[in-house]
């Protein structure tokens, strides 16, 4: 069982599309906006990336 990367994968928003299309769906826009508010952020970290994206609306 595998421990060392778990807690890691939860904080963060990697590039593959099933990642992009989960948080675009979570948040309610395209993974397009995600993958661009990641970049906006400077950071992959999960809180990072959904405040770049609640402030956009």
Known sequence: M???GTKVERNSVSEQPHELAYEAKKQ???PKEVSSAKK???S???KAVEKK???KK
């Open 28 to 30: 309610g826009t395209t």
């Open 2 to 4: 595998a421990k060392r």
């Open 40 to 42: 906006s952020a400077g």
């Open 44 to 46: 992959n970290q999960r």
């Open 53 to 55: 994206l609640s402030a």
